[in-house]
């Protein structure tokens, strides 16, 4: 979706019904970007609130140098795979409470239950289809950050390779580099 410059001057300003608008526009967006990095429901809901928190703080700082909604995938990104680092660091801490007989929810979760948004998406999707896609998530998840984040702007959001290179600040080269590289992991993977 394209702004107006009168529109991103409204939210620079402050302006609750402009933010309103651009949440109303962007939140199923931003949700489901953040639920295929964090596979998690609740968390992807949480991440996405900060999202929109961070870009409320930060929209006079915009300088428009790209599109708002790269920017916005941008932050999303951001702010998704920080969460992610932050759980590998407590990593030990589930181990040790799996020890100590404390179940974490996501741990007992069937894998049906994890993927809310592949359900919601693909509800007439067999059971084949959807194990087929629970391999194929597994499978990305295995990726680098950065060939993961290519992958899900390429294939799932539907960016091309130039708004990729703008979101992740690379070269569309690179951006195409590191979408052949995923593909040939994903088939190592796979």
């Known amino acids: ?12 300003e402050g302006d609750e019904s402009a933010f309103r608008k651009l949440v109303d526009t962007q939140k199923d967006r931003i949700f489901t ?15 996405a609130q900060e999202v ?20 916005i ?5 951001t702010t998704s ?18 020890f100590a007989g404390v179940q974490n929810n996501a ?15 693909h509800p007439h999707a067999t059971l084949e289809e959807k194990e087929r896609l629970q391999k194929l998530y597994t499978a990305i998840d295995k990726l680098p950050e950065n ?12 960016l091309k390779y130039d708004q ?9 080269s690179a951006v195409e580099s590191l979408l052949f590289r995923a593909r040939k992991n994903l088939k190592e993977i796979l």
């Not at 953040?34 to 809901?45: F, M, N, T, V, W």
């Not at 929109?52 to 920017?71: A, D, H, P």
Request: hydrophobic share 35%; aromatic share 12%; with cysteine.
């Open 73 to 77: 995938y941008r932050i999303s990104m």
């Open 147 to 158: 060939q993961k984040s290519a992958i899900l702007l390429h294939y799932m959001e539907g």
């Open 81 to 98: 795979f920080d969460l992610l680092r932050k759980r590998k660091r407590k990593t030990p801490w589930v181990y040790m409470s799996s």
């Open 33 to 47: 970007l953040c639920y295929r990095i964090l596979k998690d429901e609740d968390d992807a809901e949480d991440t």
């Open 107 to 121: 741990q007992s979760r069937s894998w049906e239950e994890t993927l809310p948004v592949v359900n919601k998406i």
């Open 164 to 172: 990729i290179s703008e979101v992740l600040e690379l070269s569309v």
């Open 1 to 12: 979706m394209q702004y107006s410059t009168h529109f991103l001057d409204r939210l620079r």
């Open 52 to 71: 929109f928190m961070k870009i409320y703080q930060s929209v006079g700082q915009f300088r428009e140098e790209s599109q708002l909604n790269t920017w």
